[in-house]
């Protein structure tokens, strides 16, 4: 028996390789290496705001709807540090987003097979297995489960110019920046762009002028209704999975406020902290809002910025004046550098991965030896894809992919 191959090497550890090492702990004999460059776990670190939510149950937690019974639930978090009751008698009407971080660093500290401080330089495939070069040496595996998340979507009129004063909103924290007295600009219309609007008009230092600039015909809720939910099931995904590409494009643009949304409770704050600042403290022009705006330009220098916008309301300025700009812009998914060696071995459709019904990329290679991809496949499984509802669930896929057997019902 060769026992320095793993059955799998994971890289990436972030909540979807965290649910996929929480569900394959007490697999009797299998061998699983995750592999993360970071020192130790975070998630978004960037936008753990005090105040943020879940937009999810806190049933959707990284096994229970796979595993009810694992001791890595967030369930069996709360238990553990003392503060089950304490949480049922808060009432939250959605789990603090810290919270749930903090279950994930419980989950974490618990788990031998992951190494953090471990980043992959290069993955290769010959002689039988994947082949992950890092810093620490070499680990060989029989299956390779990609997990290292998305990437900024940052347009490119912005690209050349980011830096301490114009940057991404996944990184709001790690900048922290100044706001107080200052012309704020957040650019993007969905949840994280509310979140940091409503944390920066709530501060006891609020900015001179803070302006909201988004896309959309308006600031639109997350649509949380019954139905709305039942496109995160395992039903429907594979469903979705089935349709031909260009009906699964259009369903996607049309199921978009599912998970794309605003929390309405973050929009009502929103809205009464405008109303306060308009007609309690008099000044009108403290919070503003720009939807149906596209910023076409920028120019200026760092702390000087001048934003070009184009808009069918004839109300909107042609330009704004900033000193921060803060995008909200998404993310996108993107093959990690170090997948270079395979990446012309992987089929793709258009410009997309063609992924199975185990979540396994479609690729040249023996097909006894597989690629899964974890949070990546919004094009082929749809808007649950990067989203947490179906974490478990997927895992579960592909832990039962991976044996060969039903080790959880699917």
Known sequence: MDTDLHDYLAVGIGPANLSLAALAHPVPGLRGAHLERRADFSWHPGLLLPEATLQVSQFKDLVTLADPTSPFSFLAFLAARGRLYRFLAADFP??????????????AGQLPALTFGAEVH?????????HARTARGEVR???LVLGTGLTPDIPAAFRPFTGETLFHSGEFLLHRPETAGRRVVVVGGGQSGAEIVRHLASGPRPPRTLTWVSRRPSFLPLDDSPFANDLYTPDYVRHFHGLPPERRAGLLEGQKYTSD??????????????YQREFLDGDPDALRFLPSCTVTALEGDPGDWKLSLSSEDHRAPAAL????????TGYRYQLPGFMAPLAARLRRTGEDLEVGEDFSVSWDGPPEHRIYLQNGARHAWGVADPNLSLLSWRSAVILNSLLGETRYPV
């Open 141 to 143: 595996a029989r299956h």
């Open 122 to 130: 290069s993955v290769d495939f010959h002689h039988g297995a994947f």
């Open 261 to 274: 949304g605003i929390d309405l409770h973050v929009l009502r704050d929103i809205y009464q902290l405008a």
């Open 321 to 328: 004046a900033a000193d921060l700009v803060v995008l909200s």
């Open 94 to 107: 959605a789990v603090l987003r810290r919270e749930f971080d903090q279950y994930f660093q419980w989950v």
